[in-house]
């Protein structure tokens, strides 16, 4: 049942108690209509037994010590349908024996009243005491027993319908009950970064779900208030840095104009040099993120023809990767428009074949940009030979300051990815990692078609082969 919605299970929940309670109650009826039954058998064995002992007492023919038998008139009406026996207490005689005990006796040691069957015909039997004479009397239960199956028989069959009853019922109380829930989720579900700021509904009722819903409100005023705070600190903090960045620039290269630098400082400077570089890229790296977080990225998204896009990025990969002897090969149709914003999509492109060259190992890997549409869009797949991505990192390679390896020699600081995936998604599109093993990884960037484009299905498999 832990699979099933909530409605569903208040539903079958309010069956399940209803059978259980009318299963109780069919007990507790059964067990007070075998009693009332039973005390009514009793009081009719009580006044037979009474009639016929005043029958015996004042009949005709002297008293009932003298009488050596008794016949079928000395008993009442009331005998009718009974089993009746008399015994003569002094000598065990039989004095009078229904004819539908046929030969059988109603003797019993025991004083209790009993059940007893003849035949098929079950009896309830007791046992009375006047004078010298013992009288059993026995009453049929067939009746009893009947009307009790009948009760049963209907308790039975009216069971299903009250569960099916309670099933439909229990759906109709659960739907009203969790109709603000819904509205709830509904509202829950627009509330994203970029819309901190919406609220949920309250119903009017003065109920749990009310307070829930004030309770929550008031969680995401505080997580609004928190989230643009940090927000606002990152843009401040990226945005602060730059002017005194640009300041240690400037510095540093004025240093290194000098001539009169021993050669160990000059290679410090270029260290230096290096890390402002590193910490101004930083900086922008913040801010764009800082502005992506606040939904503040400004994009213009027009058609755009990505094969003059790509060109100019794959010159900028061959400059890379010649040093370090990687091929860099390309597989794009004559033809590819797409919305998207030229420089932001530059800007993606540049840092997925970036990181192709930095990871690719060894010396005289391959790089094969490819290119196409299919039923879901555009998409350009930049893949890569070289060291796959460990698997633990994998799930986190998009994640802020996460990196693929922890080779500290090899530059970067983790939000190269980060910013990549934020600026595809601003567009429409989306970033994500087709696969990462000893043969080849691949990134995959997303965009929308164009609306004049025709979307044919053209999608290459990666040529990882390395030129002669």
């Given at each position: 049942?832990?699979?099933?919605?909530?409605?569903?299970?208040?539903?079958?929940?309010?069956?399940?108690?209803?059978?259980?309670?009318?299963?109780?109650?069919?007990?507790?009826?059964?067990?007070?209509?075998?009693?009332?039954?039973?005390?009514?058998?009793?009081?009719?064995?009580?006044?037979?037994?009474?009639?016929?002992?005043?029958?015996?007492?004042?009949?005709?023919?002297?008293?009932?010590?003298?009488?050596?038998?008794?016949t079928?008139?000395?008993?009442?009406?009331?005998?009718?349908n009974?089993?009746?026996?008399?015994?003569?207490?002094?000598?065990?005689?039989?004095?009078?024996?229904?004819?539908?005990?046929?030969?059988?006796?109603?003797?019993?040691?025991?004083?209790?009243?009993?059940?007893?069957?003849?035949?098929?015909?079950?009896?309830r039997?007791?046992?009375?005491?006047?004078?010298?004479?013992?009288?059993?009397?026995?009453?049929?239960?067939?009746?009893?027993?009947?009307?009790?199956?009948?009760?049963?028989?209907?308790?039975?069959?009216?069971?299903?319908?009250?569960?099916?009853?309670?099933?439909?019922?229990?759906?109709?109380?659960?739907?009203?009950?969790?109709?603000?829930?819904?509205?709830?989720?509904?509202?829950?579900?627009?509330?994203?970064?970029?819309?901190?700021?919406?609220?949920l509904?309250?119903?009017?009722?003065?109920?749990?779900?009310?307070?829930?819903?004030?309770?929550?409100?008031?969680?995401?005023?505080?997580?609004?208030k928190?989230?643009?705070?940090?927000?606002?600190?990152?843009?401040?903090?990226?945005?602060?840095?730059?002017?005194?960045?640009?300041?240690?620039?400037?510095?540093?290269?004025?240093?290194?104009?000098?001539?009169?630098?021993?050669?160990?400082?000059?290679?410090?400077?270029?260290?230096?040099?290096?890390?402002?570089?590193?910490?101004?890229?930083?900086?922008?790296?913040?801010?764009?993120?800082?502005?992506?977080?606040?939904?503040?990225?400004?994009?213009?998204?027009?058609?755009?023809?990505?094969?003059?896009?790509?060109?100019?990025?794959?010159?900028?990969?061959?400059?890379?990767?010649?040093?370090?002897g990687?091929?860099?090969?390309?597989?794009?149709?004559?033809?590819?428009?797409?919305?998207?914003?030229?420089?932001?999509?530059e800007?993606?492109?540049?840092?997925?074949?970036?990181?192709?060259?930095?990871?690719?190992?060894?010396?005289?890997?391959?790089?094969?940009?490819?290119?196409?549409?299919?039923e879901?869009?555009?998409?350009?797949?930049?893949?890569?030979?070289?060291?796959p991505?460990?698997?633990?990192?994998?799930?986190?390679?998009?994640?802020?300051?996460?990196r693929?390896?922890?080779?500290?020699?090899?530059?970067?600081?983790?939000?190269?990815?980060?910013?990549?995936?934020?600026?595809?998604?601003?567009?429409?599109?989306?970033?994500?990692l087709?696969?990462?093993?000893?043969?080849?990884?691949?990134?995959e960037?997303?965009?929308?078609?164009?609306?004049?484009?025709?979307?044919?299905?053209?999608?290459?498999?990666?040529?990882?082969?390395?030129?002669?």
């Amino acid at each position: 049942m832990k699979s099933l919605p909530l409605r569903v299970k208040v539903a079958l929940w309010s069956a399940l108690s209803a059978a259980a309670a009318m299963a109780l109650a069919l007990c507790g009826v059964l067990y007070f209509l075998q009693s009332e039954l039973i005390e009514g058998v009793d009081k009719q064995l009580d006044n037979t037994a009474r009639d016929i002992f005043s029958n015996l007492d004042h009949y005709d023919g002297g008293p009932v010590e003298n009488r050596t038998s008794i016949t079928e008139e000395l008993m009442p009406p009331s005998t009718n349908n009974r089993l009746v026996e008399i015994t003569d207490n002094r000598n065990g005689k039989v004095l009078y024996r229904s004819s539908s005990l046929r030969g059988d006796t109603l003797t019993q040691k025991s004083e209790e009243r009993q059940e007893i069957t003849f035949g098929v015909t079950p009896y309830r039997v007791a046992v009375y005491y006047h004078k010298y004479l013992i009288l059993h009397v026995g009453i049929p239960l067939q009746n009893h027993y009947a009307l009790i199956d009948r009760i049963k028989l209907a308790l039975l069959t009216s069971l299903p319908a009250v569960v099916v009853l309670s099933i439909v019922g229990g759906l109709w109380v659960a739907g009203r009950a969790l109709r603000p829930v819904a509205d709830i989720t509904a509202a829950a579900e627009h509330i994203t970064a970029e819309a901190l700021n919406q609220r949920l509904p309250v119903p009017p009722a003065q109920d749990e779900i009310r307070h829930l819903s004030e309770v929550l409100n008031k969680t995401f005023a505080r997580l609004e208030k928190s989230y643009n705070q940090a927000v606002h600190f990152a843009s401040d903090a990226s945005h602060q840095l730059k002017t005194p960045i640009a300041v240690m620039r400037v510095c540093i290269d004025t240093l290194m104009k000098q001539r009169d630098l021993r050669p160990d400082q000059d290679t410090q400077l270029s260290d230096l040099l290096q890390q402002t570089r590193r910490l101004a890229s930083l900086a922008d790296g913040l801010l764009l993120l800082a502005r992506a977080d606040a939904g503040r990225l400004e994009m213009k998204v027009v058609e755009t023809d990505l094969i003059s896009l790509l060109d100019g990025c794959l010159e900028d990969a061959e400059i890379l990767a010649t040093p370090h002897g990687i091929t860099v090969q390309r597989e794009l149709p004559a033809e590819l428009r797409a919305l998207a914003d030229a420089p932001r999509t530059e800007q993606v492109l540049l840092n997925l074949l970036e990181n192709a060259v930095k990871y690719n190992r060894p010396r005289g890997g391959v790089i094969n940009i490819s290119a196409g549409t299919d039923e879901e869009g555009v998409f350009v797949v930049v893949a890569n030979t070289g060291m796959p991505i460990p698997g633990d990192k994998m799930p986190l390679i998009f994640n802020r300051f996460t990196r693929g390896e922890t080779d500290e020699s090899r530059t970067g600081h983790g939000l190269g990815l980060s910013i990549a995936r934020e600026l595809a998604r601003a567009q429409g599109g989306d970033l994500r990692l087709l696969r990462s093993d000893v043969e080849i990884t691949e990134f995959e960037l997303r965009l929308r078609p164009a609306p004049t484009a025709a979307l044919v299905p053209s999608r290459p498999e990666p040529t990882l082969a390395a030129a002669p």
